[in-house]
């Protein structure tokens, strides 16, 4: 099962006992604030958490797979994840 937005929100809630559409605004400002940031083209770090950061992939040669027909694919930005070490830790023991 993924883990939503609703979940989050519920489980601050639960833990910090606020009115849920108070926890549900500061989940949603606390998104809007890393999508803004990953918009600007800047790296996230979270301590303890891990790193976003925006890479940029040149653009390629590829293929269509349903007709076998060659084509340069753009040259384009993505978003990759590094975790902290600590994360590592507690995903690894």
Do not use: H
Request: charged share 35%.
């Amino acid at each position: 099962m993924a883990l939503t937005k609703t979940i989050i929100a519920e489980k601050i809630q639960e833990t910090l006992d606020l009115p849920k559409t108070t926890t549900y605004d500061l989940m949603e400002e606390f998104l809007e604030i890393i999508k803004e940031t990953i918009e600007k083209g800047e790296d996230i770090m979270i301590s303890g958490f891990g790193k976003f950061c925006i890479n940029e992939k040149q653009a390629r040669k590829g293929r269509n797979p349903s007709t076998d027909e060659e084509m340069t694919l753009p040259a384009r930005k993505v978003v990759t994840f590094k975790c902290s070490g600590k994360l590592r830790d507690l995903i690894n023991s």
